[in-house]
C-alpha cells in the first residue's frame, strides 16, 4: 500500500527568509534566531517565537538550531535537523521509506501562531519568502508536496498569492480556524475562496493558536494547547457550513487537520440540532436569525468535498466513519513535531476494528485524491 502522508511539517530556519525569496522591503526586520539557555527562537519585531510561558503562550517547534549548534527541544529526536528544515532532502526521503511513507504533504510550524506581526504587508512578505523558498527547494518533487500559506489580512494579496503558489507547484493552501479574532465565514474572504476554486486548489485548515482572544485566555501550555490550539479547527468547520460559504462555493475542497477526528460527531450534530431549532422556531419571530446555509450540516458532508484527519489512537474512528463514509478520512504522521508517532501507518494496519478498505482508504485513496496526486 502506498501511505500518503496527508500532514507532515517543516521546521522554518533562515534560509526560509533569506535575500533570495523576501521582499527587500523587509530585509532589514527579517526573522532572525536567538538563543536563550539552550533554547532557540525566532524574533519577529522584537517578539520572539514561541512563547512557552505565560499568557498567550504557544507551542512550536522552530527553528531547531542556534550559533550551530541544535536546539534542546531537537535533542533525541529520530530526524536531524537537515531533515527537519528540508536542507537534507536525503534525509527526509530516509526517514519517509523507515516509515513506509510513500508521498508527503508538508505544512509549515511557524505559521501556526496569530499574528506574526501587526504589520500585515510584512506578514505578507513571509508568506510570499515562505512559498518562493519551498517552492524552489521542493520544485515539483514526486515524493515530497507541499502546503502554501497566505496573509487574509491583506485579501488581495492573498488572492495573488494563490495564483503564485499554483505556479510554484503548491498542493493546498493551509489557514488556520480563524484569521485572527475573525471567522472564516467574513465576506471579505470571499475573493480568497473564489481564488482556490478558480485553481482547484484544496483548503487546509489546520490547528494552531489562531485567535488572540481565546489564546490570551491561557497563561499555562497545557491546557492551551488542548483548547486554543484545537478548537479554531471547530470553528472553521462550522464557520465554512453557518455562513453560507460552501453555499456560494460548492466546489470548494476542504480538510481539517490535527485535531482528530472525534470531535466531529459532536459538532455535526450540534450544527444539525440548531439548524432545525433556529429555522423552525425562533426565526418565525426574528427573521435575522434565520441560518444563512442552505442545508443540514450532513448534506454537505455528503457532497465528498469536505475530508477530516484521523488519529491514530482515535477511539471512535470506526464511528465516524460509519458517519462520514469511508472516502472522507485521512491521517498524517506529523512529522518531525516532537508529540508525533513513528510507524503510523503500520500501527493503523493492526488496528482490529477497521476494515481493510477503510485502512486503504485512509492511507492511500483519500489523501491522494484529496491533493491531487497521480496514482
Not at 149 to 177: F, T, Y
Not at 202 to 209: E, I
Request: hydrophobic share 40%; charged share 20%; proline share 6%.
Amino acid at each position: 500500500m502506498r501511505y500518503v502522508d496527508a500532514d507532515g511539517h517543516l521546521e522554518e530556519s533562515p534560509a526560509t527568509f533569506s535575500d533570495a525569496y523576501l521582499d527587500p522591503a523587509f530585509h532589514a526586520q527579517r526573522p532572525r534566531v536567538v538563543g536563550v539557555d539552550g533554547m532557540a527562537y525566532w524574533d519577529i519585531d522584537e517578539q520572539l517565537f514561541p512563547r512557552r510561558v505565560g499568557r498567550g503562550c504557544n507551542n512550536l517547534g522552530t527553528p531547531t538550531t542556534y550559533d550551530g549548534k541544535p536546539a534542546l527541544h531537537t535533542i533525541n529526536k529520530p530526524e536531524s535537523v537537515g531533515c527537519m528544515e528540508l536542507t537534507d532532502i536525503q534525509a527526509r526521503l530516509q526517514i519517509m521509506d523507515e516509515e513506509d511513507i510513500a508521498v508527503q504533504v508538508i505544512y509549515p510550524t511557524l505559521f501556526l501562531a496569530y499574528p506574526l506581526s501587526s504589520n500585515p504587508a510584512f506578514v505578507t512578505a513571509l508568506c510570499a519568502s515562505y512559498n518562493r523558498w519551498l517552492g524552489e527547494t521542493l520544485s515539483r518533487h514526486e515524493r515530497l508536496k507541499w502546503a502554501a500559506v497566505v496573509n487574509l489580512d491583506q485579501i488581495q494579496a492573498a488572492v495573488r498569492e494563490v495564483h503564485e503558489a499554483k505556479r510554484l507547484g503548491a498542493a493546498n493552501v493551509m489557514l488556520l480556524g480563524t484569521i485572527g479574532d475573525r471567522q472564516l465565514d467574513d465576506p471579505s474572504f470571499f475573493p480568497f475562496y473564489e481564488a482556490l476554486c478558480e485553481e482547484k486548489l484544496p483548503l487546509a485548515v489546520h490547528v494552531g493558536w489562531a485567535s488572540p482572544s481565546i489564546n490570551n485566555l491561557y497563561s499555562h501550555i497545557y491546557p492551551s494547547g488542548v483548547v486554543a490550539f484545537h478548537f479554531p479547527v471547530l470553528m472553521g468547520f462550522a464557520a465554512l457550513i453557518s455562513g453560507g460559504v460552501l453555499d456560494r462555493f460548492p466546489n470548494l475542497t476542504a480538510v481539517f487537520l490535527e485535531a482528530g477526528c472525534m470531535w466531529i460527531p459532536f459538532m455535526i450534530d450540534r450544527l444539525e440540532h440548531r439548524y432545525q431549532n433556529q429555522g423552525k422556531y425562533l426565526a418565525k419571530f426574528l427573521p435575522q436569525t434565520k441560518p444563512l446555509q442552505q442545508l443540514p450540516a450532513m448534506e454537505y458532508i455528503k457532497r465528498g468535498t469536505l475530508y477530516f484527519s484521523a488519529e491514530l489512537e482515535d477511539s471512535l474512528l470506526p464511528q465516524v466513519m460509519d458517519l462520514v463514509g469511508e472516502k472522507q478520512i485521512v491521517m498524517g504522521t506529523d512529522m518531525p513535531h516532537g508529540d508525533r508517532e513513528r510507524y503510523a501507518a503500520r500501527e493503523l494496519q493492526e488496528r482490529k476494528d477497521l476494515s481493510a478498505s477503510a485502512k486503504a482508504n485512509i492511507l492511500e485513496h483519500n489523501p491522494a485524491r484529496l491533493y491531487g496526486l497521480a496514482r
